[in-house]
Protein backbone atom coordinates (compact mmCIF):
# COMPACT_ATOMS: atom_id res chain seq x y z
CA UNK A 1 0.00 0.00 0.00
CA UNK A 2 1.05 3.79 -1.01
CA UNK A 3 0.49 6.86 1.04
CA UNK A 4 0.54 10.22 -0.68
CA UNK A 5 0.58 13.70 1.52
CA UNK A 6 0.21 16.48 -0.29
CA UNK A 7 1.36 20.17 1.43
CA UNK A 8 3.92 19.24 4.46
CA UNK A 9 2.65 21.80 7.35
CA UNK A 10 1.60 20.92 10.81
CA UNK A 11 -1.34 18.34 9.64
CA UNK A 12 1.05 16.64 6.70
CA UNK A 13 4.35 16.38 8.16
CA UNK A 14 3.31 15.01 11.79
CA UNK A 15 0.96 12.64 9.23
CA UNK A 16 3.96 11.69 7.08
CA UNK A 17 6.31 11.17 10.22
CA UNK A 18 3.86 8.70 11.54
CA UNK A 19 2.63 6.88 9.13
CA UNK A 20 6.24 6.48 7.67
CA UNK A 21 8.23 5.92 11.35
CA UNK A 22 5.66 2.29 11.36
CA UNK A 23 7.45 1.10 7.73
CA UNK A 24 4.44 2.57 5.43
CA UNK A 25 5.26 3.58 1.73
CA UNK A 26 4.71 7.25 1.98
CA UNK A 27 5.76 10.10 -0.19
CA UNK A 28 5.48 13.23 1.05
CA UNK A 29 4.84 16.11 -1.32
CA UNK A 30 5.76 19.90 -1.14
CA UNK A 31 6.02 22.72 -3.59
CA UNK A 32 8.18 24.64 -0.78
CA UNK A 33 11.87 24.06 -1.51
CA UNK A 34 13.80 25.31 1.46
CA UNK A 35 11.20 22.93 3.62
CA UNK A 36 11.83 20.07 1.41
CA UNK A 37 15.47 20.62 2.03
CA UNK A 38 15.03 20.83 5.77
CA UNK A 39 12.48 18.09 5.78
CA UNK A 40 15.22 15.40 3.70
CA UNK A 41 17.85 16.10 6.04
CA UNK A 42 15.68 15.13 9.16
CA UNK A 43 15.11 18.55 10.05
CA UNK A 44 11.75 19.76 10.89
CA UNK A 45 10.75 22.95 9.54
CA UNK A 46 8.95 24.59 12.83
CA UNK A 47 9.39 22.80 16.48
CA UNK A 48 7.26 20.28 17.25
CA UNK A 49 7.98 17.63 20.19
CA UNK A 50 8.83 14.05 18.98
CA UNK A 51 8.12 15.06 15.26
CA UNK A 52 11.84 14.93 14.31
CA UNK A 53 12.60 11.98 16.00
CA UNK A 54 10.27 10.24 13.93
CA UNK A 55 10.73 11.63 10.44
CA UNK A 56 14.67 10.90 11.31
CA UNK A 57 12.90 7.14 11.55
CA UNK A 58 10.77 7.47 8.58
CA UNK A 59 13.28 8.81 6.44
CA UNK A 60 15.83 5.74 7.44
CA UNK A 61 12.39 3.51 5.85
CA UNK A 62 10.53 4.22 2.71
CA UNK A 63 9.58 7.66 3.46
CA UNK A 64 10.30 10.22 0.17
CA UNK A 65 9.97 13.72 0.00
CA UNK A 66 9.53 15.63 -3.37
CA UNK A 67 7.81 18.36 -5.40
CA UNK A 68 6.67 16.07 -8.06
CA UNK A 69 3.17 15.11 -7.87
CA UNK A 70 3.18 12.68 -10.83
CA UNK A 71 4.67 10.29 -7.83
CA UNK A 72 1.49 10.14 -6.38
CA UNK A 73 -0.05 8.19 -9.42
CA UNK A 74 0.90 4.83 -7.85
CA UNK A 75 -1.00 5.93 -4.31
CA UNK A 76 -4.30 4.39 -2.58
CA UNK A 77 -4.83 6.85 -0.74
CA UNK A 78 -3.75 10.30 -1.09
CA UNK A 79 -4.13 12.82 2.26
CA UNK A 80 -4.42 16.52 1.23
CA UNK A 81 -3.03 18.34 4.05
CA UNK A 82 -2.54 21.92 2.18
CA UNK A 83 -3.76 25.45 3.88
CA UNK A 84 -6.40 26.97 3.42
CA UNK A 85 -5.76 31.00 4.66
CA UNK A 86 -7.91 33.81 5.26
CA UNK A 87 -8.61 36.22 2.90
CA UNK A 88 -8.65 40.32 4.01
CA UNK A 89 -12.42 39.67 4.77
CA UNK A 90 -12.03 37.03 6.84
CA UNK A 91 -13.33 34.64 4.07
CA UNK A 92 -11.82 31.49 3.46
CA UNK A 93 -9.43 31.58 0.77
CA UNK A 94 -9.46 28.17 -1.41
CA UNK A 95 -7.01 28.85 -4.19
CA UNK A 96 -3.95 26.55 -2.87
CA UNK A 97 -6.36 23.49 -2.59
CA UNK A 98 -7.96 24.36 -5.91
CA UNK A 99 -4.18 24.19 -7.49
CA UNK A 100 -3.57 20.88 -5.33
CA UNK A 101 -6.74 19.26 -6.53
CA UNK A 102 -6.86 20.28 -9.85
CA UNK A 103 -2.60 19.09 -10.63
CA UNK A 104 -4.01 15.64 -8.40
CA UNK A 105 -6.76 15.33 -11.62
CA UNK A 106 -4.47 15.44 -13.86
CA UNK A 107 -2.53 13.26 -12.50
CA UNK A 108 -5.38 11.10 -12.24
CA UNK A 109 -5.97 11.27 -16.18
CA UNK A 110 -2.99 9.58 -16.46
CA UNK A 111 -3.28 6.69 -14.02
CA UNK A 112 -4.56 3.15 -14.00
CA UNK A 113 -4.93 3.21 -9.97
CA UNK A 114 -8.48 3.88 -8.31
CA UNK A 115 -6.78 6.00 -5.20
CA UNK A 116 -9.14 7.51 -2.13
CA UNK A 117 -8.69 11.24 -2.12
CA UNK A 118 -8.78 12.39 1.61
CA UNK A 119 -9.32 15.95 2.36
CA UNK A 120 -7.70 17.07 5.77
CA UNK A 121 -7.25 20.48 5.07
CA UNK A 122 -10.37 22.94 6.81
CA UNK A 123 -12.81 24.00 4.75
CA UNK A 124 -16.32 25.63 4.41
CA UNK A 125 -19.15 23.71 4.02
CA UNK A 126 -19.99 22.73 0.65
CA UNK A 127 -15.95 23.08 -0.83
CA UNK A 128 -16.13 19.05 -1.38
CA UNK A 129 -19.28 19.10 -3.51
CA UNK A 130 -18.93 22.50 -4.95
CA UNK A 131 -15.05 22.98 -5.65
CA UNK A 132 -12.81 19.98 -5.28
CA UNK A 133 -15.15 17.10 -6.97
CA UNK A 134 -15.75 18.81 -10.18
CA UNK A 135 -12.25 20.12 -10.10
CA UNK A 136 -10.97 16.38 -9.83
CA UNK A 137 -13.49 14.90 -12.41
CA UNK A 138 -13.42 17.44 -15.08
CA UNK A 139 -9.37 17.36 -14.84
CA UNK A 140 -9.35 13.32 -14.97
CA UNK A 141 -12.35 12.76 -16.74
CA UNK A 142 -13.17 10.00 -14.09
CA UNK A 143 -16.14 9.61 -12.35
CA UNK A 144 -15.41 10.43 -7.65
CA UNK A 145 -17.03 6.89 -6.77
CA UNK A 146 -16.59 4.83 -9.20
CA UNK A 147 -13.05 5.73 -10.27
CA UNK A 148 -11.55 7.05 -7.11
CA UNK A 149 -12.72 7.84 -3.85
CA UNK A 150 -13.15 11.13 -2.33
CA UNK A 151 -13.71 11.36 1.21
CA UNK A 152 -13.88 14.65 3.68
CA UNK A 153 -11.50 13.66 6.45
CA UNK A 154 -11.19 16.93 8.81
CA UNK A 155 -7.95 16.72 11.89
CA UNK A 156 -8.34 18.19 15.19
CA UNK A 157 -4.62 17.72 16.25
CA UNK A 158 -3.18 20.61 18.10
CA UNK A 159 0.10 21.92 18.04
CA UNK A 160 3.04 21.04 20.42
CA UNK A 161 0.90 18.00 20.77
CA UNK A 162 0.57 17.28 17.15
CA UNK A 163 2.72 13.65 17.26
CA UNK A 164 0.80 12.34 20.15
CA UNK A 165 -3.07 13.93 18.16
CA UNK A 166 -2.16 11.81 15.55
CA UNK A 167 -1.03 9.03 16.60
CA UNK A 168 -4.14 8.66 19.08
CA UNK A 169 -7.34 10.84 17.66
CA UNK A 170 -10.56 10.95 19.91
CA UNK A 171 -12.39 10.74 16.69
CA UNK A 172 -12.22 10.07 12.98
CA UNK A 173 -14.75 11.87 10.57
CA UNK A 174 -15.30 10.23 6.85
CA UNK A 175 -17.05 12.25 4.92
CA UNK A 176 -18.53 11.14 1.64
CA UNK A 177 -20.79 9.05 -0.36
CA UNK A 178 -21.09 5.48 1.30
CA UNK A 179 -19.18 3.80 -1.34
CA UNK A 180 -16.66 0.71 -1.31
CA UNK A 181 -14.27 3.29 -1.14
CA UNK A 182 -15.50 4.79 1.81
CA UNK A 183 -15.63 0.75 3.14
CA UNK A 184 -11.66 0.51 2.12
CA UNK A 185 -10.71 4.13 4.18
CA UNK A 186 -12.84 2.91 7.25
CA UNK A 187 -10.78 -0.25 7.06
CA UNK A 188 -7.56 1.81 6.67
CA UNK A 189 -8.70 3.90 10.07
CA UNK A 190 -9.79 0.87 12.12
CA UNK A 191 -6.35 -0.76 11.60
CA UNK A 192 -4.23 2.71 12.47
CA UNK A 193 -6.46 3.14 15.56
CA UNK A 194 -8.10 0.19 16.88
CA UNK A 195 -10.85 1.46 19.23
CA UNK A 196 -11.81 5.15 17.91
CA UNK A 197 -14.90 6.41 17.49
CA UNK A 198 -15.32 6.38 13.42
CA UNK A 199 -18.14 9.04 12.31
CA UNK A 200 -19.49 8.32 8.70
CA UNK A 201 -21.43 11.10 7.13
CA UNK A 202 -21.62 13.23 4.32
CA UNK A 203 -18.95 15.65 3.14
CA UNK A 204 -20.90 19.04 4.13
CA UNK A 205 -21.48 17.77 7.93
CA UNK A 206 -18.07 16.80 8.23
CA UNK A 207 -16.74 19.81 6.74
CA UNK A 208 -18.86 21.72 8.85
CA UNK A 209 -18.03 19.23 12.43
CA UNK A 210 -14.83 21.00 12.18
CA UNK A 211 -15.54 24.31 12.20
CA UNK A 212 -18.22 23.28 14.78
CA UNK A 213 -15.08 22.20 16.96
CA UNK A 214 -13.22 24.92 16.78
CA UNK A 215 -15.61 27.64 17.48
CA UNK A 216 -16.91 25.44 20.19
CA UNK A 217 -13.18 25.67 22.12
CA UNK A 218 -13.21 29.67 20.97
CA UNK A 219 -16.66 30.24 22.73
CA UNK A 220 -15.49 27.98 25.84
CA UNK A 221 -12.23 30.62 25.81
CA UNK A 222 -14.53 33.91 25.34
CA UNK A 223 -16.41 32.65 27.84
CA UNK A 224 -13.90 32.37 30.42
CA UNK A 225 -12.24 35.65 29.66
CA UNK A 226 -15.31 37.28 30.03
CA UNK A 227 -15.80 35.38 33.67
CA UNK A 228 -12.49 36.57 34.28
CA UNK A 229 -12.55 40.22 33.52
CA UNK A 230 -15.84 40.03 36.02
CA UNK A 231 -13.47 38.35 38.59
CA UNK A 232 -10.95 41.19 38.00
CA UNK A 233 -14.21 43.54 39.76
CA UNK A 234 -14.66 41.65 42.74
CA UNK A 235 -11.83 41.52 45.35
CA UNK A 236 -10.44 38.80 46.22
CA UNK A 237 -12.31 36.33 42.93
CA UNK A 238 -9.84 33.89 41.34
CA UNK A 239 -11.55 33.07 38.11
CA UNK A 240 -9.16 29.76 38.16
CA UNK A 241 -11.12 28.37 41.28
CA UNK A 242 -14.47 29.19 38.90
CA UNK A 243 -12.84 27.15 35.96
CA UNK A 244 -11.76 24.33 37.68
CA UNK A 245 -14.98 23.75 39.84
CA UNK A 246 -17.52 24.32 36.93
CA UNK A 247 -15.25 22.28 35.11
CA UNK A 248 -15.69 18.99 37.45
CA UNK A 249 -19.66 19.59 35.72
CA UNK A 250 -19.16 17.08 33.22
CA UNK A 251 -21.84 18.54 31.13
CA UNK A 252 -19.13 21.43 30.71
CA UNK A 253 -15.61 19.53 31.29
CA UNK A 254 -12.15 21.33 32.34
CA UNK A 255 -10.35 21.84 29.53
CA UNK A 256 -10.21 25.19 27.44
CA UNK A 257 -11.21 27.08 30.34
CA UNK A 258 -8.20 28.82 31.16
CA UNK A 259 -8.47 32.93 30.82
CA UNK A 260 -5.61 34.21 29.30
CA UNK A 261 -4.96 36.97 26.50
CA UNK A 262 -7.27 35.57 24.36
CA UNK A 263 -6.76 32.75 21.87
CA UNK A 264 -4.18 33.02 19.03
CA UNK A 265 -2.46 30.67 16.40
CA UNK A 266 -2.81 29.35 13.01
CA UNK A 267 -6.46 27.96 13.07
CA UNK A 268 -8.68 28.97 15.95
CA UNK A 269 -9.11 32.93 14.80
CA UNK A 270 -9.07 32.20 11.38
CA UNK A 271 -11.72 29.32 11.42
CA UNK A 272 -14.03 31.58 13.42
CA UNK A 273 -13.61 34.35 10.82
CA UNK A 274 -14.23 32.02 8.11
CA UNK A 275 -17.47 30.40 9.87
CA UNK A 276 -18.80 33.99 10.72
CA UNK A 277 -18.32 34.98 7.02
CA UNK A 278 -19.72 31.72 5.90
CA UNK A 279 -22.70 32.26 7.89
CA UNK A 280 -23.66 35.87 6.80
CA UNK A 281 -23.76 34.31 3.20
CA UNK A 282 -26.72 31.47 4.36
CA UNK A 283 -28.50 34.18 5.80
CA UNK A 284 -27.71 33.44 9.29
CA UNK A 285 -26.76 36.52 11.62
CA UNK A 286 -24.17 34.43 13.66
CA UNK A 287 -24.42 36.64 16.76
CA UNK A 288 -22.92 34.53 19.28
CA UNK A 289 -20.01 33.72 17.23
CA UNK A 290 -19.53 37.72 16.70
CA UNK A 291 -19.43 38.06 20.63
CA UNK A 292 -16.92 35.12 21.27
CA UNK A 293 -14.62 37.45 18.54
CA UNK A 294 -15.54 40.41 19.68
CA UNK A 295 -14.63 39.20 23.15
CA UNK A 296 -11.28 38.17 22.16
CA UNK A 297 -10.20 41.11 19.98
CA UNK A 298 -10.75 42.69 23.25
CA UNK A 299 -9.22 40.49 25.73
CA UNK A 300 -5.60 42.32 24.70
CA UNK A 301 -7.17 45.57 25.93
CA UNK A 302 -7.32 44.79 29.61
CA UNK A 303 -3.54 43.99 29.25
CA UNK A 304 -2.92 47.35 27.82
CA UNK A 305 -4.72 49.61 30.29
CA UNK A 306 -3.36 47.46 33.37
CA UNK A 307 -0.27 48.24 31.83
CA UNK A 308 -0.90 52.22 31.11
CA UNK A 309 -2.58 52.29 34.98
CA UNK A 310 0.85 51.15 36.54
CA UNK A 311 3.27 53.25 34.14
CA UNK A 312 1.94 56.15 33.07
CA UNK A 313 2.71 57.26 30.00
CA UNK A 314 4.74 54.69 27.49
CA UNK A 315 6.78 56.51 25.75
CA UNK A 316 10.49 54.90 26.39
CA UNK A 317 9.26 52.61 29.38
CA UNK A 318 11.24 49.77 29.18
CA UNK A 319 8.30 46.74 29.29
CA UNK A 320 9.69 42.77 28.56
CA UNK A 321 7.13 40.34 27.17
CA UNK A 322 7.31 36.49 28.44
CA UNK A 323 6.33 34.57 25.57
CA UNK A 324 5.57 35.53 22.05
CA UNK A 325 5.08 31.79 20.71
CA UNK A 326 0.83 31.67 20.99
CA UNK A 327 1.09 29.03 23.37
CA UNK A 328 3.72 27.01 24.94
CA UNK A 329 5.35 23.91 22.99
CA UNK A 330 5.66 25.52 19.79
CA UNK A 331 7.81 28.14 17.72
CA UNK A 332 4.84 28.99 15.96
CA UNK A 333 3.87 32.96 16.62
CA UNK A 334 0.94 33.12 13.73
CA UNK A 335 -2.03 35.23 14.97
CA UNK A 336 -0.17 35.32 18.64
CA UNK A 337 -1.70 37.81 20.48
CA UNK A 338 1.64 38.99 22.41
CA UNK A 339 2.69 39.71 18.34
CA UNK A 340 -0.24 42.07 18.75
CA UNK A 341 0.73 43.26 22.04
CA UNK A 342 4.16 44.37 21.00
CA UNK A 343 2.91 46.02 17.65
CA UNK A 344 0.07 48.53 20.12
CA UNK A 345 3.05 49.21 22.41
CA UNK A 346 5.66 50.15 20.03
CA UNK A 347 2.71 52.54 18.79
CA UNK A 348 3.13 53.78 21.95
CA UNK A 349 6.51 54.19 21.76
CA UNK A 350 7.48 51.87 24.44
CA UNK A 351 11.01 50.00 24.31
CA UNK A 352 10.80 46.07 24.12
CA UNK A 353 12.48 43.47 25.57
CA UNK A 354 11.18 39.63 24.83
CA UNK A 355 11.69 36.22 25.63
CA UNK A 356 10.82 33.08 24.67
CA UNK A 357 12.43 29.50 24.69
CA UNK A 358 11.87 28.22 21.68
CA UNK A 359 10.11 31.72 19.30
CA UNK A 360 12.86 34.03 19.15
CA UNK A 361 13.75 33.68 15.47
CA UNK A 362 10.40 33.93 14.61
CA UNK A 363 9.66 37.14 16.35
CA UNK A 364 13.03 38.78 15.16
CA UNK A 365 11.60 37.97 11.24
CA UNK A 366 8.69 40.75 12.10
CA UNK A 367 10.95 43.11 14.49
CA UNK A 368 14.26 43.25 13.33
CA UNK A 369 16.22 45.21 15.46
CA UNK A 370 13.22 47.64 16.51
CA UNK A 371 12.85 45.21 19.68
CA UNK A 372 15.57 43.41 21.50
CA UNK A 373 16.22 39.76 22.24
CA UNK A 374 17.01 38.41 26.00
CA UNK A 375 18.65 35.38 25.60
CA UNK A 376 17.67 34.59 29.71
CA UNK A 377 15.06 35.06 31.53
CA UNK A 378 17.29 36.70 33.95
CA UNK A 379 18.62 38.80 31.20
CA UNK A 380 14.80 40.10 30.43
CA UNK A 381 14.24 40.88 34.00
CA UNK A 382 17.58 43.28 34.34
CA UNK A 383 16.21 46.78 34.48
CA UNK A 384 12.94 46.47 33.02
CA UNK A 385 10.28 48.61 34.01
CA UNK A 386 7.28 46.39 33.38
CA UNK A 387 7.14 42.47 32.75
CA UNK A 388 4.47 40.79 31.16
CA UNK A 389 3.89 37.01 31.01
CA UNK A 390 2.19 36.32 27.98
CA UNK A 391 2.91 32.47 27.25
CA UNK A 392 2.56 30.25 29.88
CA UNK A 393 5.93 28.49 29.47
CA UNK A 394 6.90 26.21 32.26
CA UNK A 395 10.30 28.12 32.79
CA UNK A 396 8.50 31.28 33.42
CA UNK A 397 6.28 29.66 36.89
CA UNK A 398 10.26 29.45 38.17
CA UNK A 399 10.60 33.03 38.69
CA UNK A 400 11.35 34.39 41.93
CA UNK A 401 11.88 37.13 43.66
CA UNK A 402 16.33 37.33 42.61
CA UNK A 403 14.83 38.09 39.06
CA UNK A 404 12.08 40.42 40.15
CA UNK A 405 14.61 42.59 42.36
CA UNK A 406 16.99 43.24 38.85
CA UNK A 407 14.05 45.21 37.84
CA UNK A 408 14.36 48.84 37.79
CA UNK A 409 10.31 49.04 38.26
CA UNK A 410 8.80 45.74 40.01
CA UNK A 411 5.47 45.90 37.75
CA UNK A 412 4.34 42.42 36.96
CA UNK A 413 1.50 41.88 34.82
CA UNK A 414 0.67 38.09 34.56
CA UNK A 415 -2.12 37.28 31.61
CA UNK A 416 -1.68 33.52 32.78
CA UNK A 417 -1.43 33.58 36.59
CA UNK A 418 1.72 31.42 36.31
CA UNK A 419 2.86 33.23 39.50
CA UNK A 420 -0.37 33.67 41.38
CA UNK A 421 0.68 31.45 44.16
CA UNK A 422 3.86 33.23 45.02
CA UNK A 423 5.29 36.07 47.77
CA UNK A 424 6.71 38.05 45.61
CA UNK A 425 8.47 41.23 46.21
CA UNK A 426 6.58 42.87 42.71
CA UNK A 427 3.79 45.44 42.18
CA UNK A 428 1.63 42.17 40.61
CA UNK A 429 -1.39 42.44 38.33
CA UNK A 430 -3.10 38.85 37.32
CA UNK A 431 -5.81 38.76 34.72
CA UNK A 432 -8.63 36.76 36.40
CA UNK A 433 -8.09 37.89 40.23
CA UNK A 434 -9.61 40.71 41.82
CA UNK A 435 -8.87 43.48 43.85
CA UNK A 436 -4.76 43.99 43.41
CA UNK A 437 -5.33 46.58 40.26
C1 LIG B 1 -6.60 24.35 17.57
C2 LIG B 1 -7.61 23.26 17.97
O1 LIG B 1 -7.51 23.05 19.37
C3 LIG B 1 -7.33 21.97 17.21
O2 LIG B 1 -8.31 21.00 17.53
C4 LIG B 1 -7.38 22.27 15.71
O3 LIG B 1 -7.06 21.10 14.96
C5 LIG B 1 -6.40 23.38 15.34
O4 LIG B 1 -6.68 24.54 16.16
P1 LIG B 1 -4.06 24.91 18.13
O5 LIG B 1 -4.12 25.99 17.10
O6 LIG B 1 -2.86 24.04 18.19
O7 LIG B 1 -5.31 23.91 17.97
O8 LIG B 1 -4.23 25.66 19.52
P2 LIG B 1 -5.06 25.43 20.87
O9 LIG B 1 -4.35 24.54 21.78
O10 LIG B 1 -6.47 25.13 20.57
O11 LIG B 1 -4.99 26.90 21.47
C6 LIG B 1 -5.49 28.01 20.75
C7 LIG B 1 -5.35 29.29 21.56
O12 LIG B 1 -6.26 29.29 22.64
C8 LIG B 1 -3.97 29.53 22.17
O13 LIG B 1 -3.64 30.88 21.98
C9 LIG B 1 -4.16 29.22 23.64
O14 LIG B 1 -3.29 29.92 24.48
C10 LIG B 1 -5.61 29.65 23.83
N1 LIG B 1 -6.25 28.97 24.96
C11 LIG B 1 -6.49 27.63 24.90
C12 LIG B 1 -6.64 29.70 26.07
O15 LIG B 1 -6.44 30.92 26.14
N2 LIG B 1 -7.26 29.05 27.09
C13 LIG B 1 -7.52 27.71 27.05
O16 LIG B 1 -8.11 27.21 28.03
C14 LIG B 1 -7.11 26.98 25.94
Given at each position: MKIGIIGLGFVGLSLTSVLSSKGYDVIGIDVDKE???????????????????????????????????SLIKDCDFIFVTVGTPQNTDGSINL???????????????????????????TVIPGTMRKNVLPILEKKSNKKAGKDFGLISN??????????????????????GYETEFMKKAKKLFMKLHPNVPIIITNHQTAEMIKYANNSFLATKISFINQLSNICQKIPGANVDDIA??????????????????????????????????????????????????????????????ITKKKLGNLKSKRITILGTAFKPGTDDIRDSIAIELIKKLQK??????????????????????????AKTIADAFSKSQCVIIMTQWKQYSKIN????????????IDSRRILAEKELVADYQAIGIGNNQ
Open positions: KREKIINGISPFFEPELENLLKKGLKKKLKISDDFSIIKKAVTTIGEILKRSKKKPIILVKSPEFLQESTAIKDTKFPHVIVLGKTIGLDPRIGKLFLSAGPGYGGSCLPKDMKALINFANTTGVNPTLLNAVEQINTKQLEQIISRKANITIHDPKSMKNTEKIFGDKIKYNNNIKKMEKRII
